[in-house]
């Protein structure tokens, strides 16, 4: 009995180590097709398959924050259904510019600059805008994104 005990005590403590872990340079990989892939998905051009491949990226049970205004989005369709309604709105120019990247186990701060000139399908007004905001991607041993945090920046 004190063998079996000890047997599955080791194996609840080497769980976590069996997960994979992925290197710096791997991450930042990672890190820098979901920047790729959010851009090419709010571009002037953007088509159903640039929505897709950034859906790509996404585990299948996933959670996209944004935390200033307090929206969590976990559903892959529901995600989908508003990037390509998104699609509606006239975008004149978009752009996203890495400033920085902190990489840990699994996961990538990324702070980037985002510019771009929108006109909404339910406005009337071009929006300009420019900001600093900070992204945390976090990914599973898949290397597929598993939480997204967005923190909004001036």
């Known amino acids: ?6 047997i599955v005590t080791l194996l609840l403590y080497s769980l ?4 994979k872990v992925f290197s710096e340079a791997q991450l930042t990989e990672l890190a820098n097709a979901f920047v790729a892939a959010k851009n090419a998905r709010q571009q002037p051009d953007t088509d159903i ?7 790509s ?5 996933f959670i996209d924050e944004h935390i200033k205004y307090n929206v969590v989005i976990n559903s892959k ?5 508003s990037l390509i309604a998104k ?5 004149i120019f978009s752009s996203i510019r890495i400033v920085e990247k902190m990489v840990g186990s699994n996961v990538v701060f990324i702070k980037m600059i985002e510019v771009g000139k929108v006109k909404p399908s339910h406005s009337s007004k071009v ?3 420019e900001s600093a905001n900070i992204v945390s991607l976090e990914f599973n041993d898949k290397g597929l994104i598993k939480h ?5 920046g001036f």
Do not use: G
Not at 16 to 19: I, K, R
Not at 57 to 61: I, P, Q, V, W, Y
């Open 148 to 152: 997204i945090r967005r923190h909004h």
């Open 57 to 61: 990226l996404l585990a299948d049970t």
């Open 1 to 6: 009995m004190h063998k079996l005990l000890l």
């Open 127 to 129: 929006i300009d805008y």
């Open 77 to 81: 369709t529901e995600l989908r259904n």
């Open 49 to 55: 398959e640039d929505i897709d491949h950034y859906l």
């Open 16 to 19: 976590p180590s069996l997960a």
């Open 87 to 91: 699609m509606a709105d006239k975008v």
